[in-house]
């Protein structure tokens, strides 16, 4: 039989922490760890924690099967001496995760994957993914993929901010009033010190980054009226929204406009500081910045570029941010997952996307550096790869085409 990805790791007590997940074999980055499919799916409503509670206990008392019904009450609880009256709506809302895609606005709990803890800096990648198939034929399962290498006697965390990221102050705060716990993990560890502060600084750095371009904070001065056709919305809408669609997203469409060379330079900053993180973790030599690796994952970096190229019409720059979505969105989310498949088309055919060349003005659409023979990207063996990366992340082209 082969070997499932289940048999890689065990569940087993870890000191303070309660239950956790530990490997018991080499892990190579990209091995898919879970694909669970969910215990109950219930939709978000305004329903009272009472009312709440109720409607749990009776997706609960309804499974068939006695053994998943332990599971679930001897799953964590966090919120059970705010709520000793409600065990169901407290081990519900500690546990259970919201789900993009189909079920949006939906939220599940899944047993298996409960049992990893949270580490700021994670091992692992988790994510819902709503074109998966279970091993039991049921469409919609969530997936757990190591981003690093791990050995037998690792845990193995993954971390409950998704892409957030927060410097020590604010992740303490954030994980004690939201899951009423301090965490120990490598990063929170630091001592106080001009080190702590370096990263700090970095978090700080990537959070005003996300902030903008997840939150589209900065936005104060924005006239009510929106900046936006609805045709311009949905395509922005789809870059940005689809893998985080429960949050309220907003776009800030006029650096967009008027300044989508200043955008791509900060995506470039972003990245970098992502990826020499990710490098000093990655040779394994307890490199300086390794210490926020995993924080917040390129590929948010790189779907601004991607879009932005895209909205200049820039196919051959829109061709390679695209590649490097697909290739990394293989490792955390696994090549069957719908933003690799997204990725992977986007990288042979960036003109066919809806949102093409809609920068340029008066719906006309033109391929820079896209003749009639096909996308034009330098060729790296050529080049190397410092001038490559120069090529990728200048936007002069785009200033002449604006
Ligand atoms: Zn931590």
């Not at 509670?53 to 919120?79: C, G, K, Y």
């Not at 051959?316 to 933003?339: H, K, M, P, Q």
């Not at 809806?354 to 920068?359: E, I, P, V």
Request: proline fraction near 5%; charged fraction near 25%.
């Amino acid at each position: 039989m082969a070997a499932t990805p289940e048999s890689l790791w065990e569940v087993r007590r870890i000191p303070n922490k309660g239950y956790g997940v530990v490997a018991t074999a080499p892990i190579e980055p990209g091995t898919r760890l879970l694909m669970e499919e969910p215990l109950y799916i219930r939709s978000m409503t305004d329903d009272s924690i009472q009312q709440q509670n109720s409607i749990v206990e009776s997706l609960i008392q309804s499974l068939p099967d006695a053994a998943q019904r332990d599971a679930f009450h001897a799953l964590a609880s966090s919120f059970s001496v705010l709520y000793p009256e409600l065990p169901y709506y407290s081990i519900a809302t500690t546990n259970e995760v919201a789900l993009s895609g189909a079920q949006n606005g939906a939220s599940g709990l899944f047993l298996r994957w409960s049992r990893f803890n949270h580490a700021c800096t994670p091992s692992a990648y988790w994510a819902w993914n709503s074109d998966g198939t279970s091993p039991k034929g049921r469409a919609g399962v969530l997936t757990v993929h190591a981003i690093r290498r791990l050995n037998p006697g690792d845990e193995i965390s993954i971390s409950y901010f998704e892409n957030r990221v927060m410097p020590h102050e604010d992740r303490e705060r954030y994980l004690a009033e939201i899951y009423c716990f301090a965490c120990d993990c490598a990063l929170c560890s630091l001592a106080p010190g001009p080190w702590r502060d370096d990263v700090d600084e970095r978090l700080r750095q990537l959070e005003a980054f996300w902030r903008k371009y997840h939150l589209g904070e900065e936005i104060q001065d924005r006239p009510s009226s929106p900046l936006l056709s609805p045709q311009l919305s949905s395509c922005f809408y789809f870059h940005f929204v689809r893998r985080h669609s429960y949050h309220h997203y907003y776009f800030e469409a006029q650096r967009y406009r008027h300044d989508p060379a200043g955008c791509l330079a900060e995506c470039r900053e972003a990245a970098e500081l992502i990826l020499e993180a990710e490098e000093d973790v990655g040779d394994g030599a307890g490199g300086e910045d390794g210490d926020i690796a995993g924080c917040i994952d390129v590929t948010f970096a790189y779907e601004i570029a991607l879009a932005l190229a895209l909205f200049v019409g820039d196919a051959a720059r829109a061709s390679v941010f695209a590649a490097r979505n697909r290739d990394r969105y293989t490792v955390t989310l696994g090549a069957d997952s719908g933003e690799a498949l997204r990725a992977g088309r986007g990288a042979l055919d960036p003109c066919a996307d809806r949102s093409f060349g809609l920068g340029l003005g008066g719906g006309r659409r033109r391929g820079m550096g896209l003749g009639s023979e096909g996308v034009v990207v330098p060729d790296v063996e050529e080049i190397g790869e410092e001038a490559f990366e120069e090529w990728l992340w200048s936007a002069e082209e785009w200033e002449l085409g604006g």
